[in-house]
């Protein structure tokens, strides 16, 4: 086997994982089949369950929904949305998973559920409803049309009885067939929710994959294993097991996947993550050297407080535990701190800024109009057909209010050495002129794998007063080029908790 040299930069995102507890009762399901085509709505379009009362009589309090039997071969290009009987709909899923395939998964969505990524497979499990497509997503008739919402909290207090229905939709068509199932589906009404238990061993990992010095872009096999010390290869010194993550995507070097050792692999003490990946045609997993230091994100999750702490309970004796202090000093508040009064300090309050990326998938590009300057061909390749014209792209981005945008990244890939790429971030205030920033074409040079960026930002999100987009522009140069549209990296800097 040859190997050649590879490096991986990496960050830890904190990860929680919920838990309800389910019930029998007030169950209603289908059992026919939903056949998704390679683009375009699901057969039948929807497809109903039919509810005549609940179990003691009364309005919804909680509301979960779940696929039996999901199959597909590119999951990420489902939009799902549940509309009940009053026309109150909930967007379950939209552009969620990797390009990867998923075969007979039962996947549950619940208010309480964790969150899914845009870039790992979909495994069976229960998730909280996500829109990675961007605000608005269309359901054209009979569908609800352009909806937005992913909070299953609408049903509640509305009556149940009536016809619930569930619209799918494949909104990409990519090489080959993408043909897929869902073999039935579920809703229950008013399960207890019980506490709510946060995963301390699950973990979000981000890196960045080279190959031969450059950010690899394609599929790769990834080993993840946890050792106490940089370089023993002692199975002693090794926590847990091997997890392996095969066919996971990269682009432009950036892969992101979440990962779980156990309850014991972490402490006080200094950890350290062995990747190895394997890139076809390789038949053995090559180890990235050297290996990444981890303590901060997964040790904090599951360190509790010293068991001298002092703890503080409501007035009332309830809830309990209100707000805890261990033997460091430090304060947790659980529940919402409500300030009626004057607050003296002794010492300062610093919100210091916290660094961090968000991929937006290239799904969510948009067409500013309709075009002849480039044509979709070859899959997910678009060929220049009238030299000198534009093709004009636009992206929302979704980002949370008090976040700073730094940085903003385009990954493409192109054919041609003199397309001309302009990449530009536009903010629009009170219906006003968008101000732009960036904006300076560039020429992609040589073939392959490349990229665009707009550096220096300093860019306030509130959306309540201001919308940004980015745009993105092709020049189509005098021989012909086709270019592969990838995800865009936004850098920002947040003092707020992430929504």
């Known amino acids: 086997m040859r190997t050649s040299p590879r490096t991986v930069l990496a960050c830890l995102i904190g990860a929680s994982a919920m838990a309800f507890a389910a019930s029998a009762q007030n169950a209603f399901t289908s059992t026919s089949p939903i056949s998704i085509p390679s683009s375009g709505n699901a057969i039948p379009y929807p497809s109903t369950i039919g509810v005549s009362g609940l179990t003691p009589p009364g309005n919804i309090t909680n509301v979960v929904v779940t696929l039996q039997g999901l199959t597909h071969p590119r999951v990420s290009d489902l939009d799902i949305v549940l509309v009940g009987p009053g026309g109150q709909h909930c967007i379950l899923r939209s552009d969620a998973g990797g390009d990867v395939a998923t075969s007979a998964t039962t996947v549950t969505f619940s208010r309480t559920g964790r969150v899914l990524t845009n870039i790992d497979a979909i495994p069976s499990g229960t998730f909280a409803p996500v829109n990675f497509g961007g605000v608005l997503e269309d359901f054209p008739g009979p569908g609800p049309g352009i909806v937005s919402n992913t909070n299953l909290g609408v049903y509640d207090g509305t009556s149940a009885v009536g016809t619930w229905s569930l619209f799918i939709i494949d909104d990409a068509s990519g090489p080959g067939s993408t043909t897929g199932t869902l073999s039935g589906w579920t809703i229950r009404f008013n399960d207890p929710i019980a506490d709510v238990a946060q995963s301390a061993t699950e973990f979000s990992y981000q890196g960045i994959l080279r190959k031969d010095g450059a950010p690899f872009s394609g599929i ?20 847990g097991f091997a997890i392996d993550r095969p066919g996971v995507p990269v682009a432009g070097g950036v892969f992101t996947t979440m990962l779980d050792f156990g309850s014991g692999a972490f402490s006080e003490k200094r950890r350290f993550l062995q990747v190895e990946s394997r890139i076809a045609p390789e038949s053995g997993f090559t180890p990235i050297l050297p290996r990444t230091p981890i303590t901060g994100v997964p040790f ?106 730094r940085e903003i990244t385009l990954f493409f890939e192109d054919s041609a050495t003199s397309t001309n790429v302009t990449l530009s971030l536009r903010k629009v205030q009170n219906n006003g002129s968008p101000q732009v920033f960036g904006g300076s074409a560039q020429n992609t040079g040589t073939p392959g794998n490349t990229s665009i960026s707009i550096t220096g930002l300093n860019e306030v999100v509130d959306s309540n007063l201001l919308a940004h987009t980015l745009n993105a522009s092709f020049v189509v140069p005098t021989t012909m080029s086709q270019v592969r549209i990838g995800n865009v990296r936004v850098k920002y800097d947040i003092t707020s908790p992430l929504p």
Not at 220 to 239: C, E, K, M, N
Not at 303 to 322: E, H, Q
Not at 333 to 356: D, W
Not at 357 to 362: Q, T, V
């Open 300 to 405: 904090a999750g599951t360190v509790p407080l010293a068991k001298a702490a002092t703890r503080l309970d409501a007035p009332d004796g309830s809830p309990t535990n209100v707000v805890e202090v261990d033997n460091s000093g430090f304060a947790k508040v659980n529940s919402s701190l409500i300030i009626s009064g004057s607050v003296n300090l002794a010492g300062a309050i610093t919100l210091v800024p916290t660094s961090r990326s968000r991929i937006f998938p290239a799904c969510a590009w948009q067409p500013v109009v309709s075009t002849a300057a480039y044509t979709t061909s070859n899959g997910d390749w678009i060929t220049g057909s009238t030299p000198g014209s534009t093709l004009t792209l636009f992206m929302p981005l979704n980002l949370p209010d008090g976040a700073i945008i």
């Open 220 to 239: 790769a096999d990834l080993r993840f294993t946890l050792w106490s010390d940089a370089s023993s290869t002692d199975p002693g010194a090794q926590f």
